[in-house]
């Protein structure tokens, strides 16, 4: 078998890792670097790109070809950045629609295409170090990330030469380099992962060398990218103030001031003040200023509070309280900054980690009402890289103690007749898995039926998000005759399959589904809200149209009842049962058009009545077919 690495394909700085001689150890490149920025630049149509530290330097003189935190357009499309902030937002193609491109020397390149310049640069990196081709990898991403921006993490990987053996969540991978498989039966974790441009939280509990994920939440638009355009912003309004240049429309300028808020912001993590200098930004101005810790904290202190909802929710998706936890751990560069750990420390209610064997704390872990230890041993920038290395070698067949289990954020599921979700994935079912149901259709004769693919918390389907449609023939029968099979497979690398198959013919098809199309991730975090906010409304819609889908078949097979039985029925009782179809219909055309429910009580009451009515023509009717049964079987004449 050939050697697997792990790759931290990240925001501001990409790492390749492996297990050398049983040691997992990030590979450094020729000038002894452990982490290449993930920046690269573009001379002209002609030469290779330029990756890395280089690139990052010629970002500042020439930024418009030079593309940075390309990860966070890793499978979106135009209007799901709308509000997205980035390092390479001025290079975007000219598009409203379809999905988002980057334009530079007349030529269009793809996030996936720029994401493999730097995945290419890490994998001659190894290949130098261990002096063999290194063709097959497993990459890291968000937990948060869907099935598009997964399968461009995957792209990317091919695009550079790779074979991406697995696709691992980052907070997962991460708790792998910590070591916690040494902990005690049931430990269960908090990993706090906030980086260049995502954070993600998840909850783990491990188990005799199993990592389960419990929950995981979190925001791929939410990291230290944000954190240095509020200081950028900041320091563009002090230059006007002071009656320097518009920063804005000047691209060097802006690149010159979006670099000092960066290094700003990582020297503050350890000076409790520093001084600012950006000279000559014009022949006549230079900017100085000091800018203190403090001033930083209050500048952003909006944005690092957003990740505490996304802790609070896990722990509550996990049914458990920060007490319950026996540590917590830091992973990403930003979590490098005291107020982010003091968040945290607040938000779990944590104690400081005292470093034992060697930054494992072996053996009995604190009581639960001590609350649980902040764990800080591990270099936070390599966590995810060393962790993706570990699970490359589980892959490769090392480490075979050890199983990673992910979980889903979203509950998946189809469109049913109605209008409604019939879930078949719940939200934070460990994955990989397979889950099916058969359904059968609502009209007589239909040809045919449509598989629309669902994702989210809501009874609606029009409230949830649409991943994909697709039909499935069969031969036309009365309605509840067909049966087809619906299974959904998650891969572990979060894929999701579907397949539909005829149960009478065996005819079947099989469809990736590749994108939650036109969905932002900030729209992740809303539907978990209103799906609390909406949850007694969303309830009373489905038992609405429950009652109302049984009620309209009632109706239907009454109707035909009548039909069949009209020389049977009296015109009195025909009368009767008239009346309380009328009623029940009646009941149907007050429904509310606002919330596209009517009265319940009012509906069941009625149908409750029709249904005693028709009693006797019930009975009436199995009288007619156990007759015709026995003349087709020559028992009566």
């Known amino acids: 078998m050939s050697r697997i690495v792990g790759i931290d394909l990240g925001t501001t700085n990409s790492l390749i890792a492996a297990v050398d001689s049983g040691i997992p150890i990030v590979i450094a490149d020729k000038q002894g670097k452990r982490s290449t920025p993930s920046v690269v630049h573009f001379q002209n149509s002609e030469n290779q790109p330029i990756v890395g530290d280089p690139a990052r330097r010629l970002r500042v003189l020439k930024p418009a070809e030079t593309v940075s935190s390309v990860k966070r357009y890793m499978g979106r499309r135009y209007n799901e950045i709308a509000n997205l902030e980035g390092a390479a937002i001025g290079l975007l193609s000219n598009k409203n629609a379809g999905p988002v491109e980057f334009a530079i020397h007349n030529r269009v390149f793809t996030p996936e295409q720029i994401s493999a310049e730097i995945l290419k640069k890490l994998k001659q990196d190894a290949e130098a170090y261990f002096e063999e081709p290194i063709e097959r990898a497993v990459i890291t991403v968000p937990a948060y990330f869907n099935d598009a921006q997964r399968n461009a993490t995957k792209k990317a990987g091919e695009l550079a030469g790779l074979t991406v053996e697995r696709i691992v969540n980052e907070p997962t991978a991460a708790a792998l380099a910590y070591g916690l498989d040494k902990l005690d039966e049931k430990a269960k974790v908090a990993v706090y992962d906030l980086g260049g441009g995502t954070f993600d939280l998840s ?16 925001d791929t638009q939410l990291g230290g990218d944000d954190l240095d355009k509020r200081i950028s912003d900041f320091l563009i309004e002090k230059i006007q103030t002071m009656g320097g240049p518009e920063v804005r429309d000047d691209p060097v300028l802006f690149a010159r001031v979006r670099e000092a808020a960066e290094e700003a912001k990582i020297r503050l993590s350890t000076e409790d003040s520093i001084e600012l200098t950006l000279p000559f930004l014009t022949s006549t101005f230079s900017l100085h200023l000091s800018f203190s810790r403090s001033e930083l904290e209050d500048l952003t202190r909006d944005i690092i509070e957003r990740t505490r909802q996304h802790c609070l929710r896990s722990l509550s998706d996990a049914k ?12 990403g560069g930003q979590t490098r900054m005291p107020f982010v750990r003091k968040l945290v420390t607040e938000t779990f209610e944590c104690r400081e980690f005292e470093s034992v064997s060697g930054g494992l704390r072996i053996g009995p872990m604190p009581h639960l009402s001590e609350g649980p230890l902040l764990n800080t041993s591990q270099n936070p920038d390599e966590a995810i890289a060393l962790g993706a290395a570990i699970q490359a070698e589980i892959l490769a067949g090392g480490y075979r103690n050890l199983l990673l289990l992910d979980v889903t954020p979203l509950s998946l599921g189809i469109e049913t007749f109605g209008g409604l979700m019939n879930v078949l994935i719940p939200r934070n079912s460990t994955i990989p898995l397979k889950a099916g149901e058969a359904f059968t259709t609502a009209v007589d004769n239909q040809p045919s039926m449509l598989i629309h693919v669902l994702q989210g918390e809501r009874e609606r389907a029009a409230n949830n998000w649409s991943l994909g449609r697709f039909t499935i023939d069969f031969e036309p029968a009365p309605r509840g005759v067909p049966r087809v099979g619906v299974q959904f497979e998650i891969d572990s690398n979060g894929i999701l399959h579907v397949l539909a198959r005829d149960i009478k013919s065996g005819q079947q098809k099989t469809v990736e589904m590749r994108s939650a199309v036109d969905v932002t991730d900030s729209d992740v975090q809303r539907m978990v809200e209103e799906s609390v906010e909406h949850a007694f409304e969303d309830l009373a819609a489905r038992r609405w149209v429950e009652a109302k889908l049984r009620a309209e078949e009632t109706i239907a097979s009454t109707r035909k009842a009548l039909e069949r039985l009209k020389d049977q029925v009296d015109q009195g009782y025909g009368a009767q049962i008239t009346h309380a179809l009328a009623e029940l219909e009646r009941v149907f055309s007050e429904e509310d058009e606002t919330s596209e429910t009517g009265d319940l009580l009012k509906l069941k009451a009625a149908h409750g009545e029709l249904d005693e009515i028709t009693k006797p023509l019930a009975e009436l009717l199995m ?3 156990m007759e015709e049964a026995l003349k087709r079987r020559g028992l009566v004449h």
């Open 203 to 218: 909850i783990l509990e491990i188990s005799g060398g199993v990592f389960q994920v419990l929950a995981t939440n979190g």
């Open 320 to 331: 458990l309280s920060s007490k319950e936890l026996d540590l917590v751990i830091l992973v």
């Open 623 to 625: 009288d007619q077919v």
